[in-house]
């Protein structure tokens, strides 16, 4: 254990000095900034709780929020129905990572940037994050997904298209669920509301009422609405030029990067429950039996899942644990553990269906995320997924995943290879198993279970990518295997 712990400091110290070598002046000044926001204390680099959007920081800023919307503290999100959270332009994660302390889930998402990247931190600090823009079109999430979004002089100019980007903020939000805005724009005294400016901060207050959003609060830079929790509102609106509601041919629940509505999307959607009706978390993980039907799900096979899911987690935990687990994992807001360090937090399920191992993972206690990937070639499931207080988005297997390369720890699938290439299909098995190489890390695991045949197909193609793998069989399951990969950190 000494020696473990003195070959650590050297690390970090090693890692501490390359960083500043890396960082110095004139040879990548662009992400100068990103040197200020970490530190080098008691041999680990660490992150500032801070940044440059969050001045009196995050702590004070959440604080903040929580009062605006009517709270003692943040520590009161989850009984105001506030769980999940989507934080446009997330800066270095600072508060998504306070958030993760209070026990809420925040995804990140931002345009894809050639450095100083605000996703890939925040995916280096073990933070939900995604490459994502909504400036032409749909994010991949369906409508009413959720319960607050953030934004924090993310670059967006709300007032243009027509107000089509608050359009779509309304739709991702649920029912009474909060937008919250920081920006100079607000600031009614700042030296930057000129009448340019003025005329823009007046669209949006007169657009916001036209969504039928209620403006709780303004202090200094920030605004605090929240979405009308009724859809009588939208009926008695007298303000003119509305954006109408949408009929049913554009109020879809799997908008797979669509373009942007004009029209006001959720409200035919039987999923029109407001936060504060809804079951609190963590309890929102088992759904009751009247919303299960909603999704057109027997309480019975639901709970059956589940249960397979419990038995699976066990006997994937038996296999990796002596390899790659720890129980001292490293999260932000918690306090350093001692070595050995959990070596996996960014998990993606890649055909999550009910989101079942993310279930399974909280229940016995393992600290990850889980990004629930539901596949285009499936049934779209994720409003459930979402509804359990889970995070996860569409996505289509013959295309790259909005991600940056060496991001994700851990790669499961369960079925995929059959349900993606039973029949032909636009891409083949090794164009899958590139993109999960590229956004799998060294020394990261991928956990496969599907038919005998289709593992045989991938052990050969994980020879190929110079992959440590090996086929497990499974008690009491003659036709499916499982298949363990370990990618490694220099290719032999």
Known sequence: ?????????????????????VLAPGVLSPILHLLR?????????????????VVDGVEDYSHQIAEM???????????????TVLDI??????????????????????????FGSQVQLALERGLPAMLGSFISRQLPYPPLSFDMVHCARCGIDWEQKDGAFLIEVDRVLKPGGYFVWTSPLTN?????????????????QEFT???????????????????????????????????????????????????????????LSRRWIPILNQTTWPARMMPRSDLLSIHGLRTEEFLEENQAWRSALKNYWSLLTPLIFSDHPKRPGEDDPLPPFNMVRNVMDMNARYGGLNAALLEAGKTVWVMNVIPMSSSNTLPLILDRGFLGVLHD??????????????????????????????CGMLDLFLEMDRMLRPEGWVVLRDEVQ?????????????????????EHDNEQRLLVCQKPFVRK
């Open 37 to 53: 926001l970490m530190l080098l204390e008691d041999n680990q680099i660490s992150f500032r709780s801070e940044d440059a959007l």
């Open 69 to 83: 919307i009517g709270l003692r503290n943040e520590s009161e999100f989850i009984q105001a129905g506030v769980h």
């Open 188 to 204: 009614l005294h700042g030296a930057t509301l000129n009448n340019a400016n003025r005329n823009k901060w007046k669209f949006i």
């Open 454 to 474: 289709k593992i045989e197909e991938a052990r050969a193609i994980t020879a190929q990518l110079r992959w440590d793998a090996r086929i497990v069989e499974l």
């Open 1 to 21: 254990m000494e020696r473990q712990c003195e070959d650590h400091q050297r690390t970090a110290a090693f890692l501490w000095k390359s960083y500043k070598e």
């Open 89 to 114: 332009g997330c800066g270095f994660g600072s508060f998504g990572a306070h958030l993760f302390s209070k026990k809420l889930l925040t995804m990140c998402i931002a345009g894809y940037e050639l």
């Open 397 to 426: 297997w013959c295309e790259a995943f909005p991600t940056y390369p060496r991001t994700y720890d851990m790669l499961h699938a369960a079925g995929l290879l059959s349900q993606e290439f039973t029949h032909q299909y636009k």
């Open 209 to 267: 009422q036209k969504l039928c959003w209620i403006l709780l609060s303004q202090q200094e830079e920030t605004v605090v609405w929240q979405k009308t929790s009724s859809k009588d509102c939208y009926a008695s609106r007298n303000l003119g030029g509305l954006p109408p509601v949408c009929n049913k041919g554009q109020d879809v629940e799997s908008p797979y990067y669509q373009p942007l509505l004009s029209c006001i999307g959720g409200t």
